[in-house]
């Protein structure tokens, strides 16, 4: 879907735009809104168009928002790009977002976790909002639970809450029908389906299409659903260290019938990368973000930066 203007240049509609850069078409909308250093083209009946420019500039904007920098102060940052003038440091917007949220986790106050939440996914694209928000959280709260500063409540409340809100988010948000299918789910005996969701959310936001089947998949029903949706790859969340039966005996056997890679993530795959790499599986780390860019890269035959 091109348009074009009367200089020739070509333009572009914020689904389009959206699914080229990552970015949800309602945070592009609150760029333009709040911040005002978006100006997108209107057609006569007031859509949003892009220009190449344009989207030059979002993946800007991206690397900004990803290096710290606050977005109310990114209009300023970019006249001073223009400029030539160098850039002051940014502070840690990402560090006081998570004691506020933390601050409301201990207070099991769910309006103000849900205002911040919203929050950052209005202003934030899906891949910053898990790598600097979500994932250090999860972290943080189950950490706090096993040393003993918080107690299991916390941690149940905080978890419930997250797989609530990426499964509405999944479920409501528009599915990418062109990208590259994936085949996802939990290892068995793993029930935590958070890392799945998280991982879901940022692939199809890289134009990635998606299967999902939930926690605690049984690998003997993986080979149909592959066959029968065509998928290009089977991708599996490890957030639990996973039984020498499931790695030796299920992951095995799902390999050896299957033509497509197999893909595991998490933080359950620490130190048995090697046995998940004989059993011919491809750990992918336990880096949501730096995972989805490597099993799209391994898919689409790109070399990994």
Sequence with gaps: MIADVEDGRELFPISVVSEATGVPTVTLRAWERRYGFLRPHRTPKGHRLFSVEDIGLIRRVTALLDAGMPVSRVSDLLKLEKQGAELPAGGDHWQALRTQMTDAI???DEARLDSLYNQAL?????????EHLILPLLRAVGDAWEQGTRGVAEEHFFSLYIRNKLGSRWHHGAPVLSGRRLVAACLPGDRHEYGLL????VA???GLDLV???GDMPLTELTKVVA???????VLSCTISPG???VERDLRKLCDSLEVPVFVGGAGIHGVEQALESAGAHPVGGEMVAGVEEVYSQLHGEPRS
């Design 106 to 108: 201990n207070d099991f």
């Design 198 to 201: 998280l991982f879901a959310l």
């Design 212 to 214: 999902l089947l939930g």
């Design 244 to 246: 020498w039966q499931v």
């Design 228 to 234: 029968r949706t065509r998928a290009a790859a089977v």
């Design 204 to 206: 199809r936001a890289r």
């Design 122 to 130: 209005a202003t934030f694209p899906i891949t910053q909002v898990t």
